[in-house]
């Protein structure tokens, strides 16, 4: 009875106190109970379509650069970066090989991207360069090896070690130099 005066006095956490106590003595159980909110399936829907919107930008962004594979045989140069950026060239269509220094060679820097990624210091798929040209770019250093086609066109790469890459083409009889200043004839004879 000396609780019950003193839980009416009191605040109102106490009568919580009391119910407790007296349900604890007639063997119910405390009194208390929680409840779940369901989650509309509209909400659900939402949070799953923007995980796979993410997913897709981020696979777009990141697998290409990590996939990012250039080819070369003594019949073609290929760059490929899955899932979307693809480029060769047959060596019949180079008209010439040469190493550039894009710092310097401002003509061959890309502007406009049409349709690939471009990034701080990494530029990838096609672009429209600053002389105008179109080009399809796998650039993420100022040293690069550039291909241009008798159709104007430009395949810019800018290989891991440029010295292996242009060794390789020598080997393969395409003609290129490590020098910076004059391009060299792909067609090779």
């Given at each position: 009875m000396a609780l019950r005066i003193v839980s009416e006095f009191n605040f109102k956490f106490l009568d919580l106190e009391l119910c407790e106590v007296t349900s604890r003595r007639r063997g119910i159980g405390p009194v208390q109970a929680s409840f779940k909110i369901p989650i509309p399936p509209s909400a659900l829907a939402t949070v799953i379509v923007v995980g796979i919107v993410v997913a897709l930008i981020l696979a777009v962004l990141v697998l290409?650069?990590?996939?990012?594979?250039?080819r070369v045989s003594g019949e073609e140069v290929a760059v490929s970066a899955p899932p979307m950026y693809s480029f060769s060239a047959k060596r019949g269509e180079v008209e010439e090989v040469f190493v550039a220094d894009l710092s310097s060679r401002s003509d061959l820097k890309p502007s406009v991207r049409t349709w690939g990624t471009g990034l701080p210091g990494y530029c990838l798929g096609w672009f429209k360069l600053s002389n105008g040209a179109k080009a399809f770019c796998a650039i993420s250093s100022d040293r690069a090896v550039v291909f241009k086609l008798r159709s104007g066109t430009y395949l810019i790469v800018t290989p891991s070690d440029v010295a292996d890459f242009v060794s390789t083409l020598e080997r393969l009889g395409w003609g290129c130099s490590l020098g910076l200043q004059e391009p060299?004839?792909?067609g090779g004879q």
């Amino acid at each position: 009875m000396a609780l019950r005066i003193v839980s009416e006095f009191n605040f109102k956490f106490l009568d919580l106190e009391l119910c407790e106590v007296t349900s604890r003595r007639r063997g119910i159980g405390p009194v208390q109970a929680s409840f779940k909110i369901p989650i509309p399936p509209s909400a659900l829907a939402t949070v799953i379509v923007v995980g796979i919107v993410v997913a897709l930008i981020l696979a777009v962004l990141v697998l290409p650069i990590y996939l990012l594979r250039i080819r070369v045989s003594g019949e073609e140069v290929a760059v490929s970066a899955p899932p979307m950026y693809s480029f060769s060239a047959k060596r019949g269509e180079v008209e010439e090989v040469f190493v550039a220094d894009l710092s310097s060679r401002s003509d061959l820097k890309p502007s406009v991207r049409t349709w690939g990624t471009g990034l701080p210091g990494y530029c990838l798929g096609w672009f429209k360069l600053s002389n105008g040209a179109k080009a399809f770019c796998a650039i993420s250093s100022d040293r690069a090896v550039v291909f241009k086609l008798r159709s104007g066109t430009y395949l810019i790469v800018t290989p891991s070690d440029v010295a292996d890459f242009v060794s390789t083409l020598e080997r393969l009889g395409w003609g290129c130099s490590l020098g910076l200043q004059e391009p060299f004839n792909a067609g090779g004879q």
